[in-house]
């Protein structure tokens, strides 16, 4: 009953558009008033929630994204991949897709990618003649291989919530990243063989070569990062301080675009974006508490297994639930939320914690290319000038895509565990 | 008053900057630690309490920048008269929370007093103050941004994104 109450104070929050943080911290104190329980669990279960070294590499990460975008990586990523795909007839589009897969491994979200690579591409491509809802749909689309190619911002949270390795769950979102980007691809080129959308110029070697050292100092950073926290080098926390320390070295002594007077305030977005993660993160601590001490997972886990012993349906149905809460819940969010909750029932199945941690962050970012809430989808179609409707439209193919490769992670685990168990 | 506003917003946010240098510097001497013959022990914990500090002063920064995230499909569609009285709703709602953090982030503060930190002469209830900074200054937001409203002013912090990932 109490749990009850919970439930429908926070959705009922949420949809009056309470910030969803705050949602989860006004719920837990209203469950907190009527349960009677003394309400200085608030800040302890805030301050243990926030007191984490692991956390800590959310802002370094952030922060190296920001500063290689501000620092000229971006241009010089998506002129790589246009120099290598631009030749095959749509390969504006290829080369968006492309670029999304190269920025990924910068950064550790989607809603960047969007902005950074939609904010050159999405005009170009229109320029060449492609439709402006196609173009918003690529970019939309491509750009959630953001947080599913290494680094991943929601990767760092699931791993904190479940104490899964960071450095696994990187290494095991780098496969289905590199399939989505691929399979992406497909729909990309027949729509623009279809429509007879234009291919570029075919470049020289000596082009491709070129373009190629501009990307690489971007490309060796994935390296870095990968091979510093899987060859035990360092922690992801200490991975990500290495990752600044290398954007700005490259920024300002390579490419020697970084613009120093702009670092200050650079920083500071970068904290008050991670600060309104982590405030989320400390409510979400004391809801789950609750959701612990009302034994809220073991009876999900009980109604869902109740319903079904049998594996397949039992993912397919946690599968829903994760496309459908993704609509219309923030990827963190839903992921605090449910996370914990639904990993009991995965393990009772015999699922890998690690398989499942990337499938549950798949099934969620899908959500910010799916109307009505996906921030992916608004932001593109906002640069594109297009209404999301007709975006959405475009945009079904590629979903189909992302539904494809969210079955082979949910099926296959070779899909996702076998780069990890390489370096044990 | 606007020139007060704009003070804090700049040593709140230059406060946050210095602990984020600061967990950048130290966790670079950690690494760097393993190739040198001396060690630290003190660099973990230390690095944390600066990122709760660097967290307590950025998260009524990003309530001011409305950096937090909001579905607000549902309020959208609302007459304009309406939804302003949502917003008050909100942002009260955001400041009554704030202000039970701030009485009991005291007594957390209290709890901590006379605990020693694990590696550093540090007494707890110093760190546990971040709480009760955090707080304040939530509530303290709230209450301009009420302002804001209740004079249909447009917030001037507000920044656009931000937040979601």
Redesign the interface.
Known sequence: MMALLLFISFIALIFLGVPVAFSLGLSSLIYLIVGDIPLNIIPQKMFAGLNSFVLLCIPGFILAGNLMNVGGITDRIINFANSILGRIRGGLGLANVGASMGFAGISGTALADTASIGAILIPAMKKEGYGAAFSSAVTASSSIVGPIIPPSLPMIIVGTLASLSIGDLFMAGAVPGILIGLGLMIPTYIISVKRNYPKGEKRSLKEIWKSFLGAFWALLMTIIILYGILGGLFTPTEASVVAVIYAFVIGIFVYKELPIKKIPEIMLSTMTSTAAIMLLVGFANLFGWILVSERIPQMVADTILGISSNPVVVILLIIALMLFVGTFMETIAGLVILFPVLLPVATQIGMDPIQFGVMMVLAMVIGLVTPPVGVCLFVASQIGRVTMGKVTLELIPFLAVMLIVLLLVAFIPQVTLFLPSLFE | MSSVLKWLTRIL?FI??IC??G??VI??M??LSRYFPYSYIWT?EL??YL??F??AT??P??LL?N?????????ARFPEKLKKV?DI??MT??LV?SI??I???I??VQ?GAPQLSATMPIKMGWI?G??LIM?IFLAFFAIIRLGYIFRNKKNPYE?E?????
Not at chain 2, 161 to 165: Q, S
Request: aromatic share 8%; proline share 0%.
């Open positions: 946010g946050s900057v984020f240098i967990v950048i966790v670079a950690q690494i973990e690095t944390r990122f709760l660097g967290i950025a998260a920064l990003a920048r950096e937090y995230i909001a579905v607000d499909i549902v309020i949502f709703l909100i709602s955001l929370i039970i953090m009485k009991e982030s007594s957390f709890i546990h971040s709480m707080s920044v994104g931000g937040g979601e990932i």
